[in-house]
């Protein structure tokens, strides 16, 4: 013991100067603990909001969810497409010419209306005015061309539709 005690005595001075030193520093990587404790403790609180302690059982529930959103979504898509291919069939492009078919009249009240599908399918109404009565014509359009020769006014009204997207 003496030996000990001898080395005490020597290295006294670095001793009580070392001490303070390492507790300083011991309450350092204390704070820093702390602090790393704190941020997993709100991690885990926020994981564990709805108050349920076994984690497989809350993972097995997430993944539930996120399979039933997966089915949700793929029936949506499905929805899509099947409304897009309805949209083609409705019609997309819209031409309408107002003219004088009679110049006894007085103003533009008869009209040719161009309607056509994506695929420029349709027909073409043209509504004729005059003192004695009101006629329609209704002429088939099949991709953009009529079998029957059209009017001025309908050739006008198919060419707006057509460059209508």
């Given at each position: ?145 009529s079998m029957i020769q ?16």
């Amino acid at each position: 013991m003496d030996i000990f005690d001898f080395y005490i005595r020597y290295y006294e001075r670095y001793i009580l100067f070392a001490i303070p030193i390492l507790l300083l520093l011991f309450i350092i990587l204390n704070i820093i603990q702390q602090v790393r404790v704190s941020k997993l403790k709100k991690k885990y609180n926020f994981f564990m909001k709805n108050g349920e302690k076994d984690i497989e059982k809350l993972l097995v529930d997430q993944m539930n969810q996120i399979e039933k959103i997966n089915h949700a979504v793929e029936g949506l898509e499905n929805k899509h497409i099947a409304m897009d291919e309805t949209i083609k069939e409705t019609f997309q492009h819209i031409g309408i010419v107002k003219y004088n078919a009679f110049k006894e009249m007085s103003g533009d009240t008869s009209f040719a209306l161009s309607l056509l599908t994506s695929k420029k399918d349709g027909f073409i109404i043209n509504v004729i005015h005059s003192r004695e009565g009101s006629y329609t014509y209704l002429k088939k359009i099949e991709e953009g061309k009529s079998m029957i020769q059209l009017s001025k006014e309908e050739e006008e009204a198919l060419n707006q539709s057509m460059k209508n997207n």
